[in-house]
């Protein structure tokens, strides 16, 4: 295939969001239902609300132990234990999945449970956020990075003992608890991942904990709708991947005022303005370990869009339909004719929108392929958006011998789709709603790469007009050499100068330079796909002439010879 032009470059603005709903949160603060950290005392009395069980929320007996005051990203907390119900009967410490659970003193909200004590502590006590600072729609922090040593203004009693001191650590941090100094972390955000193989799961748990979930196998999503109603104390869903493959967070929802809710108490990873799926939830139960211990939950039907993830708190809207991406996967391996098909329905949003198609072609894969070893994969892509006609691209990825579970081929496909959906979102001319995605896969379980070995032109020196003649030696994995020719003509009108001859596989092409951000003489966005679907495939051997120009490049042209 042979390819002459100018060199060019594709870039795309990756920080664009993906249909992001920003909505500020309208929540004041109420004297009259919520209640300030300067008024709170140590040795306070209430109660909390939580989902153990089905839809049903529960209240337990709470004690205030004290207030550590600019401590956590300069907010307060509000230290607190359990002092009656199962959790602690059993002496289970916070679970997984009590993010949010409101916090009553005397009736009126104080907080939400967002903070737990090291399970050595043998009985259920943790941290909350205060009420008044989730009502902050302030830019989200990240949650602690590294372990940070608390000093309390007076002894405060933790299991019968006065403390003075505490470490603030993050999830995975290694510190441990001394007697004098408890460890205080922020509780677990659980993502309960459905439809995916065991050995699957253990491969995904680092890339989903470093986005600071902690991963479970779920039930999946439940086939019923949840018909209880969404108030403080029921548990609440956060969907990336609906489907036949599901992934969603689950947590509680603080404090319900008209359509808009908060909830978590804590970030979930700090993206601020979002619009992602909110759900409702069922709880099936709890499991109790010394270790995890954590509520077991599906997500059920959309219930609104989580519209923001904050400092102290997630907060969300019932009236809003949150965007997503139905999205139908066809997998098939071309040797052993083995298909699978999955049809899920994925968030869009810049951060969790590769993770959630990670999730899905990582499973699709899997059931198809071997699971080590090289593989090639061979996809074609039908991206459809409103007004526009279907975006396609074939695209084609070699995994060599790189690990386990086929990871570097869907992260390469999962790739390649998110520039699809940034050039939507980002572009000069309008941003579409995105509609549908299709995606269709042949495996084989083979290394299919190849080599360039080397290029050679038929002489060193070229007249404007002449025809540029190129051999390419090409070496395939276990394959016999060949060589490919191109004949490259130079333009009549051609500056003296040395110029240079690339060779490369397709994927290189929109990275290579020359023309500028956009091509010339287009002037709207299907133009602009027109081009794009031009560029080459992954697998396509590409030769083109690097000559001397130049110049600044507008949509309109390039102004030469400057």
């Not at 509000?78 to 002092?83: D, G, K």
């Not at 205060?130 to 372990?147: D, F, G, H, K, V």
């Not at 339909?321 to 083995?338: D, F, I, K, Y």
């Not at 496909?413 to 309008?430: D, H, I, K, Q, R």
Request: hydrophobic share 45%; glycine share 10%; aromatic share 6%.
């Amino acid at each position: 295939m042979a390819v002459l032009r100018h060199q060019r470059l594709l870039a795309v603005c990756l920080a664009a969001l993906l249909c992001a709903v920003s909505q500020a949160c309208a929540i004041e603060f109420d004297p009259n239902t919520m209640l300030r950290t300067a008024e709170i005392r140590a040795g306070m009395t209430g109660v909390c609300k939580t989902v153990l069980k089905g839809t049903t929320i529960e209240e337990f007996p709470v004690e205030i132990i004290g207030v550590l005051e600019k401590t956590w990203n300069g907010g307060d907390i509000i230290l607190f234990r359990i002092t009656g119900g199962p959790l602690f009967e059993k002496k289970i410490g916070i679970l997984s999945g009590m993010s949010g659970s409101p916090v009553y003193i005397n009736g009126k909200l104080a907080g939400a449970i967002s903070l737990s004590f090291d399970v050595m502590m043998r009985e259920p006590m943790g941290g909350a956020t205060p009420i008044e600072q989730m009502i902050q729609p302030s830019a989200a922090p990240a949650l602690p990075q590294q372990a940070t040593l608390l000093k309390a203004p007076r002894p405060l009693m933790l299991a019968g003992r006065p403390v003075t001191q505490f470490l603030l650590a993050p999830l995975g941090s290694p510190v441990k608890p001394t007697h004098s100094t408890p460890v205080l972390r922020p509780v677990a955000t659980p993502l309960f991942v459905s439809g995916v193989r065991p050995e699957q799961l253990a491969a995904l748990r680092p890339l989903v904990e470093s986005y600071g979930f902690r991963l479970y196998p779920g039930p999946g999503q439940s086939s019923t709708p949840v018909q209880a109603p969404l108030e403080p104390g029921a548990a609440l869903g956060v969907a990336f991947c609906l489907g036949d493959i599901s992934a969603a967070s689950v947590g509680t929802v603080t404090y319900r005022q008209g359509d808009e809710v908060l909830a978590f108490g804590h970030p979930m990873m700090g993206t601020g303005p979002c619009g992602l799926p909110m759900t409702a939830a069922w709880v099936h139960g709890y499991v109790e370990s010394s270790w995890d211990p954590f509520k077991l939950s599906s997500p059920a039907q959309i219930v609104g869009t989580l519209t923001g993830d904050h400092a102290w708190s997630i907060a969300g809207r019932l009236d809003l339909q949150p965007p997503t991406m139905p999205v139908n996967l066809a997998v098939s391996n071309a040797e052993t004719g083995v298909s699978k098909h999955f049809a899920v329905e994925v968030c869009q949003d810049k951060t969790l929108t590769p993770l959630g198609l990670l999730i899905a072609l990582q499973e699709a894969a899997s059931g198809v392929g071997r699971q080590a070893g090289a593989t090639t994969w061979v996809s074609k892509i039908a991206l459809r958006a409103q007004g526009l006609e279907p975006i396609r691209r074939r695209v084609a990825f070699s995994t060599g011998s790189f690990g386990l579970f086929s990871f570097p081929a869907a992260y390469q496909l999962t790739g390649v789709v998110m520039e699809m959906l940034m050039l939507l979102a980002s572009n000069p001319w309008e941003t579409p709603d995105i509609l549908s995605m299709e995606l269709e896969t042949e495996m084989v379980d083979q290394d299919r790469a190849s080599t360039i070995v080397r290029a050679e032109t038929d002489r060193l020196i070229y007249r404007p007009g002449e025809t540029v003649k190129v051999a390419v030696v090409v070496q395939p994995l276990n394959g016999k050499r060949y060589v490919e020719t191109f004949s490259l003509p130079l333009p009549k009108e051609l500056p003296d100068g040395p110029g240079s001859v690339l060779v490369f596989g397709g994927m290189f092409g929109p990275y290579l330079g020359g023309d500028g951000l956009l091509p010339p003489a287009i002037d709207d966005l299907p133009g602009f796909l027109d081009w794009y679907q031009t560029l080459d495939a992954e697998n396509d051997l590409v030769a083109v002439i690097a000559y001397p120009t130049a110049g600044v490049t507008f949509p309109e042209g390039q102004l030469k010879d400057l």
